[in-house]
């Protein structure tokens, strides 16, 4: 009897240690998912933000990527300008078919995604040029519900999305804060693809090749900001 007492009591032991084994790691593990999402959520948009995006795979998205690259060698193919209004984070873009005001969640879902992430990127103003962005939401905002600008053209009262974004944010001399560049419909290879002469065909435009103009990947590459975080990661 003594022996079986013992022998209960060490399996008792045994059994109790054996739970204290597993509670500790399912804490560990409740641990590294809390820390993990505490990160995840440690960044915070600041009104007036741009933020940068890869379009999912479409003809277009392709033309403009092949044409233009940002930061890091990024293909970025479009940008807005983040507008938090009580406590939630819209994105002011001029997207087709008009200048609009979007949630930040529905942008994102427009984004080409790698490994379940939006390949979408946040640039800030320096301090040096924050104090333009009060001004340059009040412009923003005034141009909602303006056409988009199908045909990249400077004085038609209609806009395509970094062309908003050049036009908003201004300096005190009133003149486009971020620099005007040559606006560039080759590829790589010095070749019109064959999408955009069938564009500007459609809309019996000419291609404004070397016209001045803006694009998101040149924003991107500012030094008047900097990216200050990305929901993806680079190898």
Not at 65 to 76: D, L, R, V
């Amino acid at each position: 009897m003594k022996i079986r007492v013992i022998s209960g009591k060490k399996n008792k032991l045994k059994m109790n240690t054996i739970k204290t084994r597993i509670l500790t790691g399912i804490t560990a593990t409740l641990f590294l998912f809390c820390m993990q999402v505490v990160f995840a959520q440690d960044f915070r948009f600041q009104t007036g933000d741009l933020l940068f995006q890869v379009g999912k795979s479409s003809q277009w998205n392709e033309a403009i990527a092949k044409a233009t690259f940002g930061e890091s060698n990024i293909h970025y193919t479009h940008v807005g300008i983040v507008s938090i209004e009580n406590d939630t984070v819209f994105v002011i873009e001029a997207a087709p078919p008009e200048v609009c005001k979007t949630l930040l969640d529905t942008f994102l879902l427009r984004s080409l995604h790698l490994a379940g992430k939006p390949v979408a990127a946040v640039g800030r103003l320096k301090q040096a040029y924050s104090e333009t962005i009060p001004q340059a939401l009040v412009r923003a905002k005034k141009l909602l519900g303006k056409p988009y600008d199908y045909v990249y053209s400077p004085d038609n009262d209609a806009y395509y999305c970094s062309e908003l974004v050049t036009l908003s944010f201004l300096n005190q001399q009133d003149t486009p804060l971020f620099e005007m560049v040559k606006m560039n419909f080759r590829d790589s290879n010095g070749n019109l693809p064959t999408y955009w002469i069938e564009h500007f065909k459609k809309y019996n435009a000419e291609i404004p090749e070397n016209c001045q103009g803006s694009n998101p990947g040149d924003l991107s590459k500012s030094e008047k900001i900097e990216i200050v975080y990305r929901y993806f990661k680079i190898n």
